[in-house]
Structure formats: structure tokens, C-alpha cells
């Protein structure tokens, strides 16, 4: 089964951990979506 992920606010003014995980799963503009694995590692970056 497959996660679909989509990033639906912007990251100005959040702090940098939180623009690298969104970086780490691949997601660089607002409405942009991805499918990951549903897997452990995936659930636990989310």
C-alpha cells in the first residue's frame, strides 16, 4: 500500500527541521504531491 502526501502550506517562517523533512520526502512547493512506501520509515518522517 502507498502513502499519498501532499504539502499544502508554504514553509516561510517554520522552523528548519521541520523545511528539512519536508526537503527529505521530496516536497519543494505548495500542492506539489508525492506517493512514498508505507513503511515504518515513512511513518515515522510524518
Request: net charge positive; proline share 0%; charged share 35%.
Amino acid at each position: 500500500m502507498a502513502l499519498k502526501i501532499r504539502q499544502i502550506k508554504g514553509t516561510v517562517g517554520r522552523k528548519q527541521n521541520q523545511r528539512d523533512t519536508l526537503r527529505s520526502l521530496g516536497l519543494k512547493r505548495i500542492g506539489q504531491e508525492i506517493i512514498r512506501e508505507d513503511n515504518a520509515v515513512t511513518r515515522g518522517i510524518l
